[in-house]
């Protein structure tokens, strides 16, 4: 399975951007989906996570209330859209496929991975 992450940029402070996950095939629409990010130097971590109906929704305490993600079921394509853009959300943004159908923050859970696209934030 191979995931496709795409949407990212360089932007300014307080901009908008839409990421988008697609998978090469259906695999992922049992399954929770969700986002992580590297920055520079920095261990990989958990920015949002969405069970395979969509209904429960988890975010990292740091993107909360300026990210939100979404999908579309039958497309199979996951959504990160995100507002009110730090440069502390500067990173690599990887979408993933969990091992089942939860929302999970824990990256253990998840047994597919994008190969993430860059988010550059100016200030």
């Known amino acids: 399975v191979q995931l496709q992450a795409s949407g990212g940029g360089l932007v300014q402070a307080g901009d908008s951007l839409r990421l988008s996950c697609t998978a090469s095939r259906r695999t992922s629409s049992n399954n929770g989906m969700g986002w992580f990010r590297q920055a520079p130097g920095k261990e990989r971590e958990f920015v949002a996570a969405?069970?395979?109906?969509?209904?429960?929704?988890y975010y990292a305490d740091s993107v909360r209330g300026r990210f939100t993600i979404s999908r579309d079921i039958p497309t199979g394509t996951l959504y990160l859209q995100m507002d009110s853009l730090k440069p502390e959300d500067t990173a690599v943004y990887y979408c993933?496929?969990?091992?089942?159908?939860?929302?999970?923050?824990?990256?253990?859970?998840?047994?597919?991975w994008g190969q993430g696209t860059l988010v550059t934030v100016s200030s």
């Open positions: 993933s496929v969990a091992r089942g159908s939860s929302a999970t923050t824990r990256p253990t859970n998840y047994q597919y």
């Open positions: 969405i069970s395979w109906r969509g209904d429960v929704v």
